[in-house]
Each structure stands twice: as C-alpha cells, then as structure tokens.
C-alpha cells in the first residue's frame, strides 16, 4: 500500500485520495459529498494529515459541541 502522508504524495494525489474515500463526490446522493471534502480541504493543500483531520472530528464528536445542547432538549422537562 501507497504511503497517504502530504511529504510522499501531490495535490493531485491527495485529491484523488479523497474523492476515491469519499465516494459520490458529486454530492448527488444526500448532499453531504460536499461537507466531507471541505472537511479535508486542508489534507488536500497539505496544511493536515489524514490522522489529524480525523483525530479533530472525532474530538468534536465524542465531546458532544457539535450536537445540540441537551439542556434545550424538549424531552428534558417531562
């Protein structure tokens, strides 16, 4: 397997990487296509690995300040 890390690949390579990743990168599908690849627009000017991007996501993630806060939640009250 090909090293994926920005010192051994171009932009091209990297954009390649993301779309095969991505899949319908036309977005046609439910319009979420287009999130996930600025999501990865720093991996493609090779500002961030792949790990880090992911690592960041999946911080935001597990810690919840992404969703809603549940103190709103409607459910809370009953």
Avoid: H, W
């Avoid at 500002?47 to 880090?52: A, H, I, M, T, V």
């Amino acid at each position: 397997m090909k090293s994926i890390l920005i010192a051994d690949t171009t932009r091209e390579e990297r954009e390649q990487i993301v779309a095969e990743s991505i899949g319908n990168i036309d977005g046609t599908c439910d319009g979420c296509s287009p999130g996930l690849i600025e999501m990865y627009q720093s991996y493609i000017e090779g500002r961030k690995e792949l790990r880090e991007i992911n690592q960041e996501f999946q911080a935001r993630y597990m810690s919840g300040s992404m969703g809603p806060d549940r103190r709103d939640c409607d459910f809370m009250d009953q």
